[in-house]
């Protein structure tokens, strides 16, 4: 493994997805499921199944059966943009829309929401 001036990883292109797949199905995912268990206790609501997904236009889905999808682009993105999306996704768990009350949960958790979700939209 080699590191640039800031030790950044460099990764040859032909080893990087793999290395991100790796590193996903290990510490990344336990990472992620750790802080996605932790928001769910503090709103006391409960899933079934976390995927984790290659697609290209949304960071992540709830269904009405109580599964969870996040785009494993998430891993990429600052930590404070990763709780939005773990907290919208967990707020669909209460108000499978985004009426009001949906809007208030995420904000029980996240009082700067608005912001977090318009930077956000820079990414995808």
Known sequence: ?????????ILPIDKYENMVRLWMHS?????????LND????MNVHFNMVRIKNVKTIWGSCSSKKNLNFNFKLFFLPEALIDYVFVHELAHLKHMN?????WSEVEKQIPDYKKRREELKRYI
Do not use: P, V
């Not at 928001?39 to 503090?42: D, G, I, P, R």
């Open 1 to 9: 493994m080699k590191f640039d001036e800031n030790y950044h990883i």
């Open 27 to 35: 510490d990344g995912n336990k990472i992620f499921k750790e802080k």
């Open 39 to 42: 928001f769910a206790k503090q």
């Open 98 to 102: 985004h009426s009001k009350a949906f």
